[in-house]
């Protein structure tokens, strides 16, 4: 990853409200699988973690969803982009 990437992430990272995900993701109890095979509500250091790997993934052209969140890189707007959604619908469901 060069350099204005890794600032593209950072920037991202900085602007997002974690705090915000953390707090909806305690009141309705949202559990992601751990590293050891548990289950329970990620931390901030673990949401902020996945959210940078999820972040570098669309860099690489690889668009990535999970755990409630989205990373999407417009190349052509060189734009990057993180989300976090509870509910989502498409004409596929």
Same mark, same amino acid.
Not at 51 to 77: P, T
């Given at each position: 990853?060069?350099?204005?990437?890794?600032?593209?992430? *950072?920037? !991202?990272?900085?602007? @997002?409200?974690?705090?915000?995900?953390?707090? !909806?993701?305690?009141?309705?109890?949202?559990?992601?699988?751990?590293?050891?095979?548990?289950?329970?509500?990620?931390?901030? #250091?673990?949401?902020?973690?996945? $959210?940078?790997?999820? /972040?570098?993934?669309? &860099?690489?052209?690889?668009?990535?969803?999970?755990?409630? @969140?989205?990373? @999407? #890189?417009?190349?052509?707007?060189?734009? &990057? *982009? /993180?989300?976090?959604?509870?509910?989502? $619908?498409?004409?596929?469901?």
């Amino acid at each position: 990853m060069t350099k204005e990437q890794e600032e593209k992430v *950072e920037k !991202v990272l900085d602007v @997002f409200d974690f705090e915000k995900v953390k707090k !909806v993701m305690d009141f309705l109890d949202w559990k992601w699988a751990t590293d050891d095979g548990g289950i329970e509500v990620p931390t901030m #250091y673990q949401i902020i973690k996945f $959210a940078r790997k999820m /972040l570098c993934k669309a &860099l690489e052209h690889e668009n990535s969803a999970g755990g409630g @969140f989205a990373a @999407f #890189y417009d190349k052509e707007n060189d734009i &990057l *982009e /993180l989300s976090f959604s509870i509910e989502e $619908a498409d004409s596929d469901y």
